[in-house]
């Protein structure tokens, strides 16, 4: 697929005209809690995959969600990922350094035609969605409820760019701007080959995602997809639960006129009961592990690395 060139500002420009890029991996972790047994998966994941192929290995902090990082998580993620035996360049990308950023994605959008405002409560989204037969859950797609299109304008927005608004894709117009054709990407893991999906299921299925988030000025699909890029990560190791996800951050690759990487979506790591672990799952914190005199062999094993 090809994206539209749109003549990007900031780092947007030099990414899309790349051509021979080194083969980088990242892990990207938030530092709103301790790293578990699920995230030094992922982590030593990456960076096996990185050693294995003689690449870079990156970390990357995704703090957008300022209200809920704390410095003092972020020194324990990089003490426990180096105490697993991981290693990465500096300075690390902080996602809450590069706004502007994510500004001139939106903004390049915006200008499009492709984003709108929306002013929706969860419950005004649920009051909204056809009555489902009793006991049946809402429609959920990768980005949460499936916005029935309450805001959504019957013409796209003209006008300045509306800052400090929550802003959501117009799934359908992007699409059609994309010449209305499969999304597909190739997956190397689970399910390991050409994933694809039809416009018409990505617009029935995910929606209209949010990309700006009003406390947040951008959001976790559009942030990614911009680091993914300016990084020039080339290989995305990570959870199966991300892999629906990966057909929006397609969708903006193309928009945007950035390189699609190859995607490698993994088992989740769960606890004795079958359910993902989660931050809050404190009982399987790596900090933990290291402080009961493990061995980073040990969580290795685990893992079932």
Known sequence: MAGRALGCRSRLPTISRQKARPIRTRFAPSPTGPLHLGHAYSAMLAFDLAKAMGASFLLRIEDIDQSRARPEWES??????????LSWPTPVLRQSEHLADYQSALEQLWHRG?????????????????APQEGAEPPMGPDGLIYP????????????????????????RAL????????????????????????????????????????????????VVVDDAAQGITHVVRGEDLQSATFIHVVLQSLLDLPQPVYRHHRLIRDDSGKRLAKRDDAKAIRLYREAGHSPADVRHMVGL
């Open 76 to 85: 324990l993620i990089q003490e426990d990922l180096a105490w697993l035996g």
């Open 114 to 130: 492709l984003l709108y405002p929306c002013t929706c409560k969860r419950r005004d989204i649920l009051n909204a969605m056809s």
């Open 149 to 172: 299109g309450i805001c959504r304008p019957d013409h796209a927005p003209r006008g300045a760019f509306p800052s400090g608004a929550v802003l959501r894709l117009d799934m359908a």
């Open 176 to 223: 059609a701007q994309l010449g209305g054709g499969d999304i597909h990407f190739e997956e190397t893991g689970l399910n390991a080959g050409e994933q694809r999906i039809g416009a018409a299921d990505i617009v029935e299925q995910i929606g209209d995602i949010v990309l700006c988030r009003k406390d947040m000025g951008t959001s976790y699909h559009l942030s």
